[in-house]
């Protein structure tokens, strides 16, 4: 079946523009997970969906960050006034339900900014 | 979740068996062990995960020692397409649900 996709797979931006990223889950998966991968290092978490509700956003760096679920299904990831520093991989990840179960990890977005 | 050490890479034949070390001496009874690796320019790819008792799947074989403070992801024969980045990851049962990743080890196959 189908696993997770995420659009596009690469961006390239001016600093201080604006950018959004899509997350499209497994189907059925109610929960969402969002994490950035800098090189060289481990991905970071960033933001826990479960269904359209966001049940941690610990990991957002600050408030030009900010992701919506509205449906339950596809995940939008939105960065404001972006900075060179948020350049990165940014993953999506989806799991059936909650807590232990596997993730599943979407190949990611390449964000370059310039 | 506790915190895990691994070497920060390995070299492994072709054709061999690939075993990577972790240490988490400070995993708690209710904390498992999760073995993820991310292939180059790909998302992270579950490998497989346990409690305490040694678990085997279509992909590796994971030993957990006794006193559960340090466990080894076996790769039983190690081919090329397994060159990869593994992470050990330990997790509770609780509401954290984030996967917090290390550096893990950048595994190398040998032709």
């Known amino acids: 079946g189908a696993g997770v996709s995420q659009t596009p797979s690469n961006k390239v931006t001016e600093k201080g523009k604006y950018v959004e990223l899509r997350c499209d889950p497994i189907s059925g998966h109610t929960a969402l997970y969002w994490y950035r991968q800098s090189l060289g290092q481990g991905p970071e978490f960033l933001i826990y969906?479960?269904?359209?509700?966001?049940?941690?956003d610990s990991g957002l760096p600050n408030d030009r960050f900010f992701a919506v679920r509205p449906e339950g299904s596809v995940s939008t990831l939105k960065i404001q006034r972006t900075e060179r520093g948020d350049s990165a991989v940014y993953l999506c990840?989806?799991?059936?339900?909650?807590?232990?179960?596997?993730?599943?990890f979407g190949p990611g977005t390449r964000l370059l900014v310039l | 979740d506790a915190k895990t050490t691994q070497p920060t890479s390995m070299d492994c034949a072709e054709g061999r068996a690939a075993n990577l070390p972790c240490n988490h001496s400070t995993i708690s009874g209710n904390e498992y062990v999760y073995w993820y690796r991310q292939i180059h320019s790909q998302g992270p790819q579950y490998i497989i995960h346990g409690l305490k008792n040694n678990e085997t799947n279509e992909m590796a074989s994971l030993i957990i020692t006794e006193d559960r403070k340090s466990s080894t992801l076996i790769l039983p024969h190690a081919t090329l397409r397994d060159t990869a980045v593994y992470y050990c990851?330990?997790?509770?049962?609780?509401?954290?649900?984030?996967?917090?990743f290390g550096k893990g080890t950048r595994l190398h196959i040998l032709p």
């Open positions: 990851i330990v997790r509770g049962p609780g509401r954290d649900d984030k996967i917090i």
């Open positions: 969906f479960q269904g359209t509700g966001a049940a941690d």
């Open positions: 990840a989806s799991s059936p339900n909650r807590g232990r179960e596997t993730q599943y």
